[in-house]
Every structure is written in structure tokens, then in C-alpha cells.
């Protein structure tokens, strides 16, 4: 399953919003009801940390301005009021299907 | 608190081995499948390999298949990569991964350097 990222390289200005778009080439519903698709975020140094989870759950400890959304194939993660320490780049994640299979990853950056 | 702390950061020339292992503690480590994926710079996040609870199942990209092996052991709470035939392209950070239905917990990553 190939997951497709855009953009690929997102400039924000600090306290606006960003939107990434993860695109799967075959659908990720579970026979039991949950979409597995997850977002991750890789901070410079630092172990991948999961943000979201079944699409729109957020993890632990997760601030609220990430929220993520979506159906299907179509997958979006949001940051609203982006921060300074949201730099970073951001993966999803698909594990309905073997072999498990992320995005290219969007690098967010502070204009 | 889970923790996955690793070890067996190295520098290998091509062609040579490596082990990597995965402490795992505060949950029930044999109640979980385990993972590793690794970090390519300029490739991104990549899914290595799986393993069942048992170690009755094991699982591989396509990219190491017949190189890499994975095991655990749960009397030890530690799950191992067993890399050999090493590449530059396996060059990267490897992490451990617990598998709840998708990636939840991480360890710190280990820096795998491959070069002559």
C-alpha cells in the first residue's frame, strides 16, 4: 500500500494553521469498524512520537491543536495555532496491510 | 511507565554484522508483537521487520530479507536484531517499536553506521 504525502515541505508562520494530506492506494478499514492510520511526529534527536491514532484519536499527552480527520483513503492532520516546538517532519502510517507503510513526510518549518 | 531502552550502536564495514537489542519494561512484554523500523536519511520512516508474542512469527521487508533476523525473549523482557551482510544503504537509526494495533511506544533509537 503506497501512502502519499502533500505537501511534502510546509512553511507556517507561527499561531496559523497547517494541513497535511495523507493519500492511501487501498482503503484502511478494518473488518472490525477502525481505520488504522496513524500520524507520527520526528523532532531532530528525538524517538518518533504518535499524535494521532484510528484516524482522529489523539494520543497520550497530545496537545489539543492536533486533530486529525479523514475516511477511506483520504487522511488529514491538522495543527492549529502552529508553535515553535511543531517543527519537525510528519509521518503517516498505514498497519491494516503487510508490510506496514508510511508517508513520504512533510517537513513543517516557521516561515 | 513503558520504557524501550536499546543497545548495540556501532560502526561496521559493509559486508560485516550487528545485534541490536531492545529492553522493554513497564508493561507485559510478552503480550505484545514487537517491531523495528529504522529512520534512512533522506528515505524516511520504513517498516524492517515483526515479531508474534510467542516468536512463533516472524516478519520481513523485502529490503532484508535473508540478512536480518528478529527474536525475542520474553523470560528477559528484551527483543534482538540480528543483522548481518550489512549494506550502506541500511545505514540509519533503528528503533524498537511496540505493535498495539499501530505504533505506540518507541525506544531512543540506535545509530546503525555502515562504511569502510
Known amino acids: 500500500v503506497v501512502m502519499t504525502q502533500s505537501p511534502l515541505s510546509l512553511p507556517v508562520t507561527l499561531g496559523q494553521s497547517a494541513s497535511i494530506s495523507c493519500r492511501s492506494s487501498q482503503g484502511l478499514i478494518h473488518r472490525d469498524g477502525n481505520t488504522y492510520l496513524s500520524w507520527f511526529q520526528l523532532r531532530p534527536g528525538q524517538s518518533p512520537r504518535r499524535l494521532i491514532y484510528k484516524v482522529s484519536n489523539r494520543g497520550s499527552g497530545v496537545p489539543d491543536r492536533f486533530s486529525g480527520s479523514g475516511s477511506g483513503t483520504d487522511f488529514t492532520l491538522k495543527i492549529s495555532r502552529v508553535e515553535a516546538e511543531d517543527v519537525g517532519v510528519y509521518y503517516c502510517v498505514q498497519v491494516i496491510h503487510w508490510p506496514r507503510t508510511f508517508g513520504q513526510g512533510t517537513k513543517v518549518e516557521i516561515k | 511507565e513503558v520504557q524501550l531502552v536499546q543497545s548495540g550502536e556501532g560502526l561496521v564495514q559493509p559486508g560485516g554484522s550487528l545485534r541490536l537489542s531492545c529492553g522493554a519494561s513497564?508493561?507485559?512484554?510478552?503480550?505484545?508483537?514487537m517491531h523495528w523500523v529504522r529512520h534512512i536519511p533522506g528515505k524516511g520512516l520504513e517498516y524492517v521487520s515483526q515479531i508474534s508474542t510467542s516468536g512463533g512469527e516472524t516478519y520481513y521487508a523485502d529490503s532484508v530479507k535473508g540478512r536480518f533476523t528478529i527474536s525475542r525473549d520474553n523470560s528477559k523482557n528484551t527483543l534482538y536484531l540480528q543483522m548481518d551482510s550489512l549494506r550502506t544503504e541500511d545505514m540509519g537509526v533503528y528503533y524498537c517499536?511496540?505493535?498495539?494495533?499501530?505504533?505506540?511506544?518507541w525506544g531512543q533509537g540506535i545509530l546503525v553506521t555502515v562504511s569502510s
Open positions: 517499536v511496540r505493535d498495539n494495533w499501530g505504533y505506540d511506544y
Open positions: 513497564g508493561f507485559t512484554f510478552s503480550a505484545y508483537d
